[in-house]
């Protein structure tokens, strides 16, 4: 079967070069695959969820249930923006989603909000509005963690008042990346020289027009070390009020489950979305509670 994909999609795959923020860089192609085999799935005639929930676990919308409790997921790359057939399907999620959703369950009253994630990162942009709305909110927030939550994932979880996290989930990633393919010994094979011109002063303006030169890359490790540090600066300001005893393994951005994770302050307590569930109800109505396997004697 021939298959053409359209603009926006090639948009959105030439948006993962020089992008590889997931854990693995299996998950970026992954993503890809999966965003043009919908495309090869879909017409140009609007389906209906029953017909793509056969093919794809769909993401639900927010709701607040007779708890008062608010439940967001969080599923897939975390992108600033992206087509919303790829959020409704499960593959990616807007930062923009995120926040209008929890923006809106505290506007309507939710006494807490049950964050379910399920992401292997995503990009700075947008990362840090939505991890910053998390953290500074004044209702009580739990993050339930399964699959993966690394990256800008854990750093968005990091700001709830406790992580709960399922015996397999992979924890962490923290830190900041940027890669980019190095062409040059390709180019001087076939006798190619990239060249370019820019207005006096402006020593920057061709990073990765052409191959960064020393200064160059001294500006994007500068740059990187920035987010960086804001990263770190994030997660220990949001695992300190959790009452967590976080150690400085984490910040040599290694993944970690399990007991590993607790014992390194990245989770509060190894459970399922229930005992997850549970805590932030316990937590609304400001009664002790205990899942039973958690490694932080402090409540939030």
Known sequence: MNFTPTISQLKMLASLRGNLWMVHEGRAVELALSALELSERTSKERHTDEELSEYYTLRPASVIDGNGIAHIEARGAMLMDCQPIYERVGMTIRYSTLISETENAVSQGAKGILYKINSPGGSVSGNIEASELVANLTIPTVSFCEGL??????????????????????????????????????????????????????????????????????????????????????????????????????????????????????????????????????????????IGNTFNKTNP
Request: glycine share 10%; net charge negative.
């Open 149 to 290: 939550a690394c990256s800008a994932a854990y750093k968005f979880a990091s700001g709830t008042d406790s992580i709960v996290a399922s015996k397999s989930a992979l924890m962490g990633n923290i830190g900041t990346i940027l890669s980019w393919a190095d062409w040059s010994k390709f180019q001087e094979k076939w006798g190619i020289e990239m060249k370019a011109i820019t207005s006096e002063g402006a020593d920057l303006k061709s990073t990765f027009h052409l191959m960064p030169n020393e200064e160059q890359i001294q500006f994007l490790q500068e740059s990187i070390n920035k987010s960086g540090e804001a990263f770190k600066a994030h997660v220990i300001a949001g695992r300190t009020k959790a009452g967590a005893d976080l150690s400085d393994e984490v910040f040599r951005a290694g993944w970690y489950s399990g007991e590993d994770a607790g014992n390194l302050g990245l989770i509060d307590a190894i459970g399922t979305h229930k005992d997850a569930y549970d805590q932030l109800l316990a937590l609304t109505q400001k009664i002790p509670f205990d």
